[in-house]
């Protein structure tokens, strides 16, 4: 009998013991993930507010000291979209870098809400996307530079943060005047 309680004993000191490390393992990574990047609602902390007027966009762009403007060409059930809007655009990262340089506006390609393109006409936005810009499949990263002029395409979403941050160097640099995208990029990961 004294041998069973001995044995019962010993396999509640080592559960014990097992919960304590295991406590003491999820302690420890509590720092690691109480420093993880908090996911920001993108259409608060990544695009800015507009009116649709594009003129007026780029004149408060050059007054701002901006880069250029980045045109987010979106629809509803476009799951890309959402993957940029869920995993890329909304860390806190994305959107200091991307304010900073950018106005940041979206446009829906399938909108009938009007807006003013770069030349001054009124249009709805289903038409600025497909008949200006030949936006069929989203999301389509359109960035202009403080003229109207379209200077970078990207079709789809990124693979992730760092290749979207990429591509906002990319423009502010002015590598895109020499380089395509796709050889910065490779020169990027080689580097790190």
Not at 36 to 56: C, H, I, M, Q, V
Request: charged content about 30%; proline content about 4%.
């Amino acid at each position: 009998m004294l041998s069973i309680k001995m044995q019962s004993k010993n396999i509640r000191s080592k559960k014990i013991l097992a919960a304590s490390l295991l406590l003491s393992l999820l302690v420890m990574q509590f720092p690691l993930v109480a420093n993880a990047s908090t996911p920001r609602d993108p259409y608060k902390y990544f695009f800015n507010e507009t009116w649709g007027d594009l003129p007026e966009e780029i004149a408060k762009a050059k007054e701002e000291g901006k880069s250029g403007v980045l045109i987010f060409f979106e629809m509803d059930e476009c799951p890309f979209c959402h993957y940029m809007k869920n995993n890329v655009i909304n860390q806190s990262e994305v959107q200091d870098y991307y304010r900073k340089h950018f106005l940041n506006i979206v446009v829906d390609i399938e909108g009938d809400i009007e807006m003013t393109n770069f030349k001054g006409e009124t249009l709805k936005q289903k038409d600025f996307a497909f008949k200006e810009h030949r936006v069929r499949a989203t999301p389509v990263i359109a960035f202009f530079d403080l003229n109207g002029k379209r200077i970078h395409r990207h079709i789809g979403k990124t693979n992730g943060v760092q290749e979207f941050l990429w591509m906002g160097e990319y423009i502010v640099s002015g590598a895109y005047k020499e380089t395509p995208f796709i050889r910065y990029k490779r020169e990027k990961r080689n580097k790190n």
